[in-house]
């Protein structure tokens, strides 16, 4: 159960993505850093968040959000997969 939750998150945050980007050609993987890439504006990135939280449940203090850590694909799944199986 908790793998199937990890694989949902992560995929949730790659469509979004894939829904925002838009790009025809857009190879997304777990190290994809959507801030560096420059794959969301910061518009979206907040709307993710926002989403993110409402749909698992979970909530960001604004420190944790200034974390580069949380700028890649597979490190953003890893702590919303975290905050939501405790």
Known sequence: MKDHLKTEIHEFITNYIHNYAA????????????????LLDSFAILNL???L??????KFQAKEL???KLQT??????IIFEK???
């Open 23 to 38: 790009g025809e050609n857009l190879v997304l993987d777990g190290s994809t850093n959507f801030v560096a890439d420059r």
């Open 49 to 51: 968040i926002m989403t």
């Open 53 to 58: 939280e409402s749909q698992y449940a979970v």
């Open 66 to 68: 200034a974390d580069p």
């Open 73 to 78: 694909i597979e490190a953003l799944a890893q």
């Open 84 to 86: 939501s199986t405790v």
